[in-house]
């Protein structure tokens, strides 16, 4: 997985908005769950949110729920993570996950990682 972070390189102030996405290549989205967790200094790895590989019905971490919107485009193996009003407490490495199944609950069950994209939001 390749996971890219839009608009501005990752930094961001508090209020802003930012787009991660999440590109895949060697295979086929269609039957891959995807989620975005990310870590911050000294804490462990968390779901942030995930969408389903069958109908689309997403997860949302209570932190994030009404700011964070997950998406996804099969048809251009691309995941998206639409970060709107970012606090500073949203900063972290954030890395994109796929699992063949329908849908992801844990890091445990993730079969694939993307490289960590930083964001920091900081005024």
């Known amino acids: 997985l390749r996971s890219s972070c839009r608009l501005g390189g990752g930094l961001v102030q508090p209020g802003g908005s930012l787009r991660l996405s999440c590109a895949a290549s060697g295979f086929t989205l269609d039957y891959y769950a995807f989620g975005w967790f990310r870590q911050a200094p000294g804490k462990e790895r968390e779901l942030v949110s995930s969408i389903s590989s069958s109908d689309g019905s997403t997860y949302y971490a209570d932190s994030v729920k009404g700011r964070f919107t997950i998406s996804r485009d099969n048809a251009r193996k691309t995941v998206y993570l639409q970060m709107n009003s970012l606090k500073p407490e949203d900063t972290a490495v954030y890395y994109c996950?796929?699992?063949?199944?329908?849908?992801?609950?844990?890091?445990?069950?993730?079969?694939?990682w993307g490289k960590g994209t930083q964001v920091t939001v900081s005024s």
């Open positions: 996950a796929a699992d063949y199944s329908d849908a992801i609950y844990s890091a445990i069950s993730v079969d694939y």
